[in-house]
Nanobody, 123 residues
Framework: VRPVESGGGSVQPGGSLRLSCGGS????????VGWFRQAPGNEREFVAA????????YYENSVKGRFTISRDNTVNVAYLQMNNLTPEDTAVYYC?????????????????WGQGAQVTVSS
């Protein structure tokens, strides 16, 4: 499967964006999906993840209460709803998929990665 992100863009502080991750060349439904982000000069960091069934969700502390991860396996898409965005959320956001059942925050456990979507939060 090849994850493909969409929905990035520019928004003012306090605004919202929704990222989508579609599964090209295969189905996402059998895989856990994780969202990671990387700002210039920083390492890639975990944002959120969802179990293949959608029953379990995990968040990095700084996005809890603002971001929501979800998925719809019937249409082979995962989402990251981002609300109350701040300039510190500015980064390239990556969707990743893999047979992950523990340690969802570890990028090395994900086998498939998208190309990334730029999210810029600025006034």
């Amino acid at each position: 499967v090849r994850p493909v992100e969409s929905g990035g863009g520019s928004v003012q502080p306090g605004g919202s964006l929704r990222l989508s991750c579609g599964g090209s060349e295969g189905t996402l439904s059998r895989y856990a999906v994780g969202w990671f982000r990387q700002a210039p000069g920083n390492e890639r960091e975990f944002v959120a993840a969802i179990h293949w069934s959608g029953d379990h969700k995990y968040y990095e502390n700084s996005v809890k209460g603002r971001f929501t991860i979800s998925r719809d396996n019937t249409v082979n898409v995962a989402y990251l709803q981002m609300n109350n965005l701040t300039p510190e959320d500015t980064a390239v956001y990556y969707c990743a998929a893999g047979e992950v059942y523990v340690d969802y925050h570890r990028p090395d456990l994900y086998n498939y990665w998208g190309q990334g979507a730029q999210v810029t939060v600025s006034s």
